[in-house]
């Protein structure tokens, strides 16, 4: 089985910090995501990836940036965190284009105070 | 403007009744539909999926029915069990990702 893991399960991060949330896939998929899921408004896409080094805008990519140096891993940064920011964060991944089939990882409740 | 809806944000049935879980969308061009099922503190897990070609798909006690006319998918969880007790996102292939409804939280009582 694929196995997203996402290094964090909970982080605390003050206003205006820099906040780095990892992600990493086993099995060599070529697509990852991430969103974040919030009461209410469901699961929103942030910024996505198709390739090493490439990366794409999601609905919601104010605030975030990505860093994909290496297939297996996607990164998101919150550039100046703010508490609007404060959300379950999900990393995906799926095999190749068209393949729908997304693996999530645990997630990561990020609070910011 | 929200292209997956699902407008009931909660759901409660009796163990051993059927769930019926509904989603709508407004692009007639999504491809593929999927339901994922999350509990709290973990990500959405794959539940099952129907191609906008059919319109019934069923796993075990889950079944889902594709009305395309109407653009409009539903879950049916047939008995419906304590564990199923969750929260269920409709999905549909978009240009680019999928894109995901706000949930329905399904309680199954005992």
Same mark, same amino acid.
């Given at each position: %089985?694929?196995?997203?893991?996402?290094?964090?399960?909970?982080?605390?991060?003050?206003?205006?910090?820099?906040?780095?949330?990892?992600?990493?896939?086993?099995?060599?998929?070529?697509?990852? /995501?991430?969103?974040?899921? %919030?009461?209410?408004?469901?699961?929103?896409?942030?910024? /996505?990836?198709?390739?090493?080094?490439?990366?794409?805008?999601? %609905?919601?990519?104010?605030?975030?940036?990505?860093?994909?140096?290496?297939?297996?891993? /996607?990164? &998101?940064?919150?550039?100046?965190?703010? @508490?609007?920011? @404060?959300?379950?964060? &999900?990393?995906?991944?799926?095999?190749?284009?068209?393949?729908?089939?997304?693996? /999530?990882?645990?997630? @990561?409740?990020? @609070?910011?105070? | 403007?929200?292209?997956?809806?699902? +407008?009931?944000?909660? #759901?409660?049935?009796?163990?051993?009744?059927?769930?019926?879980? $509904?989603?709508?969308?407004? +692009?007639?061009?999504?491809?593929?539909?999927?339901?994922?099922?999350?509990? =709290? *503190?973990? !990500?959405?897990?794959?539940?099952?999926?129907?191609?906008?070609?059919?319109?019934? $798909?069923?796993?075990?006690?889950?079944?889902?029915? #594709? +009305?395309?006319?109407?653009?409009?998918?539903?879950?049916?969880?047939? =008995?419906?069990?304590? !564990?199923?007790?969750?929260?269920?996102?409709?999905? *549909?292939? !978009?240009?680019?990702?999928?894109?995901? !409804?706000?949930?329905?939280?399904?309680?199954?009582?005992?």
């Amino acid at each position: %089985d694929v196995k997203v893991t996402q290094s964090s399960r909970y982080l605390v991060k003050r206003t205006g910090e820099k906040v780095f949330l990892e992600c990493v896939q086993d099995m060599d998929h070529e697509n990852m /995501f991430w969103y974040r899921q %919030d009461p209410g408004l469901g699961l929103r896409l942030i910024y /996505f990836s198709y390739d090493v080094k490439m990366k794409e805008k999601g %609905d919601i990519p104010e605030g975030y940036s990505v860093s994909r140096e290496k297939k297996e891993r /996607f990164s &998101l940064i919150l550039e100046s965190a703010s @508490t609007n920011q @404060t959300s379950m964060y &999900l990393c995906a991944s799926s095999l190749n284009r068209g393949h729908y089939g997304y693996t /999530f990882g645990s997630g @990561t409740r990020l @609070t910011v105070v | 403007d929200q292209q997956v809806k699902q +407008n009931s944000p909660s #759901l409660s049935v009796q163990e051993g009744r059927i769930s019926i879980l $509904n989603c709508d969308y407004t +692009n007639s061009m999504f491809d593929y539909f999927l339901w994922y099922k999350k509990y =709290p *503190a973990e !990500g959405p897990t794959f539940l099952i999926s129907i191609s906008s070609i059919k319109d019934k $798909n069923e796993d075990g006690r889950f079944t889902v029915f #594709l +009305n395309k006319s109407a653009k409009h998918l539903s879950l049916h969880i047939v =008995p419906s069990q304590p !564990g199923d007790s969750a929260v269920y996102f409709c999905a *549909a292939s !978009g240009r680019t990702a999928l894109i995901f !409804g706000k949930g329905t939280t399904l309680s199954v009582s005992s």
